[in-house]
């Protein structure tokens, strides 16, 4: 055999340099060809937009984690009636957006520069579709009417405004009209001082048909009456006031009458600790059925939520248990939609399984099946179970537009309100 000489050797170079081309491009095409898309990527695959992901996924990363690849995560609740109904309500878990009405580009008054924070990212109709139970609403006087406002020191300002709030209650009305079987809770920080304000407002968006009436709320501790029960009478809406007065004066429940609540802001995050807040009972008082937990930050930001809703979440969660004896009934967080993979939704999964059916998660409880009768489950479950009635079909992707609201607008916000925070409510 003869050497090969150099100028042998740069003939070989293009020829095997082609071959390698050759075998990568036939690896990219095989791995295109084969990935999932147009609805078909499960729990966790990669994809590239919100469509290649199956019903009730939507496509999201998160890069405050290192996990910068788009996968499709959870996007919708399972509704835990849909598994196991018929039990009082207050053996539930329902998930609650905190400040529903404070969303990423809703449009400010005109011409005004609005300065405050923003803690969801879609709509309350898309909130409600989603799967979320509970609204947590800040009313005010302003403009001769009562408006949704992220205030402070007890006052609506045209910076602080968001919008009327006949406008939210209308969705939620539409929400029930439209789902005969759902029961919403709405939790309203209250500033109306306009007499009979709440009663003419909830009319006045046809909500007081669906009004649970006070005087069957349990007093002492006492279990609900059932879910079945409630749909039956039609009493499908749950409103509380933190205003003690509205409770003789226009029927609104107070609501430490009837829960207990820990602490909100930094203290309901805080790793190992969960604080009673202080116009709560203690959390283990025996002498109110509810049990609302926040997990939220005193500080809003998008981009840490993902994170948030992970491990720190679940650990919160057991945390809580602990300190009150029993599982919370409302979990409120910001930013609902956002996690690396199962989010809040996976948390209330996992609060509602050992309450309703003795198993770890929900998605592990069976139809008729006897307490502690669970299935086997994967971690992570591939797809989500949905509402297979297919009431609850909006989009489960969240406003991409978040952006926009710039870094400068943010560090304002954040300049503007950091003097007041002792006063922010």
Known sequence: MLPCSPHHRSLRRPSTTIGYLYLLLFSLFSTSSTSCSNGSCQLLEACAAATDCGPGLYCGNCPVSGKTQPVCTRGQAVIPTSVVNGLPFNKYTWLVTHNSFSIVDAPPLPGVQRLTFYNQ????????????????????????????????????????????????LMEVEAFLSENPTEIVTIIIEDYVHTTKGLTALFAKAGLDKYWFPVSKMPRKGDDWPTVTEMVQDNHRLIVFT?????????????????????????????????????????????????????????????????????????????????????????????????????????????????????????????????????KNVSVPTRSPAINNAGSFTGSVQFANSASALSSTNRMIAFLFYLPLMAFWL
């Open 121 to 168: 990212e879609d709509t309350v109709t898309n909130q409600l579709r989603n799967g979320v139970r509970g609204l947590m609403l800040d009313m005010y006087d302003f403009e001769n009417d009562i408006w949704l406002c992220h205030s402070f020191r007890g006052q609506c300002y045209n910076f602080t405004a968001f919008q009327p709030a006949i406008n939210t």
């Open 242 to 374: 933190s205003d003690a007065t509205k409770e003789a004066q226009e029927g609104v429940a107070y609501q430490w009458k009837y829960m207990v609540e820990n602490e909100s802001g930094d203290p309901g995050v805080k790793p190992g600790s969960c604080p009673k807040r202080k116009e709560s009972k203690a959390l283990t008082s025996k002498s109110a059925s509810l049990f609302f937990q926040n997990y939220f930050p005193t500080y809003p930001v998008e981009t840490e939520a993902c994170k948030e809703h992970s491990t720190p979440l679940q650990a919160m969660v057991g945390t809580c248990y602990k300190a009150a004896g029993r599982m919370p009934n409302f979990l409120a967080v910001n930013f609902y939609m956002r996690n690396d993979g199962g989010g809040v939704f996976d948390a209330v999964d996992r609060m509602n399984g050992p309450t309703l059916c003795g198993c770890s998660t929900l998605a592990a409880c069976q139809v008729g099946a006897p307490f502690g009768s669970c």
